[in-house]
């Protein structure tokens, strides 16, 4: 059987797929993948559904392309913090981390939902959002690391995937209840105590003198 013919991609092509990356981006922030499908995206785009089939393949295929923009994005996002210099510390590493995670959630509906997301919904689609953006997070880390690495007898993946973890949980309870625990999460003071508080953390995990074995 001969192998189809793939056309060449056109400015109009171009242009219609990035419409429909967009609207469907506004459609998982607005109402999740409850009311999410190609019907809601095509409505949204003012398109016919017949193009996500034939530019994407399916709901599967654009949600793969809006995962693979949100990787970048992130990546982006975290992208400032490299004229701040080289980190001089593996804690220092992972603080403009965990500082660029709480700002770019902070900015941006989208992440905020993934990261819900992450613990309430187990699909495919779930997890293929949620790949991109940890692919996103871990080029900017190894691009930005170089040759540093965690002190002796620290447990690197476990504490970071802890601090991660709380920034989270800490930008989606502020997004939706405005508190945790009792602390305040409203307006730039009480971030700022969050972010000194990050510091802290980062800086008791990597940094304190480790007992001697």
């Known amino acids: 059987m001969p192998k189809e013919k793939v056309l060449p991609r056109t400015r109009d092509r171009e242009a219609k797929e990035r419409a429909l990356i967009e609207s469907a981006k506004n459609v998982l922030a607005e109402v999740g993948f409850q009311g999410f499908g190609v019907n809601a995206v095509a409505r949204a785009a003012a398109c016919d559904k017949q193009l996500i ?14 995962g693979a923009e949100l990787g970048l994005r992130l990546r982006d996002r975290l992208a400032p913090l490299a004229a701040m210099g080289k980190p001089a510390r593996y804690s220092d590493l992972v603080q403009r981390m965990a500082l660029g995670l709480l700002q770019a959630l902070r900015d941006d ?44 007898g620290v447990d690197a993946p476990g504490a970071n995937a802890f601090i991660i973890a709380a920034v989270q949980h800490l930008v989606l309870a502020g997004s939706a209840a405005g508190a945790f625990a009792g602390m305040a999460l409203r307006d730039e003071k009480d971030w ?14 990597y940094d304190a003198p480790k007992p001697a074995q």
């Open 53 to 66: 089939y034939r530019y994407f393949g399916g709901i599967e295929g654009l949600v793969e392309a809006i």
């Open 109 to 152: 509906a989208l992440l905020r939902r993934i990261a819900a997301w992450e613990v309430s919904d187990g699909s495919p689609l779930v997890a293929s959002l949620t790949l991109a953006r940890s692919k996103g997070m871990t080029q900017w880390m190894m691009e930005t690391r170089g040759d540093l690495k965690p002190p002796p």
């Open 192 to 205: 700022e105590r969050v972010r000194t508080l990050i510091k802290s953390m980062v800086a008791a995990v």
